[in-house]
């Protein structure tokens, strides 16, 4: 079963309000009012692409030890996965999906971090539930998000429903703005410059780590 197989299987339970999910129908529709708006603004397409160089980053892991893209790629290729946060179940699947395929990537010699705006005990939660060997790093106000064209402000009427559902996002990020970084992934070669590049506004749809395994072959070259 492919990544998006999982993700279409849980994204109709929860669409038909299964148990434990039990989600009315208007908070359905709101949800995907947002997703529907966030791909007509183009975003995605304004995101940064294979042949593009990767912004050079420094972030804190879940324990506050920092972690370079630099000294990363002086090892090998870079994959990189942003993440939403420890409350978004499609992430989490991408998440363990990923701890799938870790080991075919470091028999390649590359590199695996996701990026998230969360706290790091938010992270550290993360880690614990989907049994991860990689780290997730503290993206603070998506400020390497942004650089990568993935930040976006959540709508107001995203934002109330939000907070209807206790899904306080200033609490979870430390960060008084709402705003979340679009799912993607991206393969970056040893001389900085992206190879594979997969954004996506619409949050419930995710490439299977296979994908991108031709391109990162390549970049291990």
Known sequence: MTLQDRLDTFKADFVAGKPPYNVPPAVIATMQRATDELIASGAAQRALKA????PDFVLPDPEGKPVSSTELLAEGPLVLSFYRGVWCPYCNMELQALQEA???MRELGASLVAISPQL???SRK???QNALEFPILSDSHNEVAAAFGLRF??????VQLYQ???NDLPAFNGDPGWTL???????IGRDGVIVYAEVNPDYTRRPDPSDMLPA?????L
């Open 51 to 54: 042949g593009d160089r990767a």
């Open 102 to 104: 870790l080991p075919a």
């Open 120 to 122: 790091p005990a938010n």
């Open 126 to 128: 993360a880690l614990r």
């Open 153 to 158: 402000t959540l709508p107001d009427y995203l």
């Open 164 to 166: 209807s559902l206790k």
């Open 181 to 187: 970084p679009m799912p993607a992934r991206y393969v």
């Open 216 to 220: 990162l072959r390549q970049a291990a």
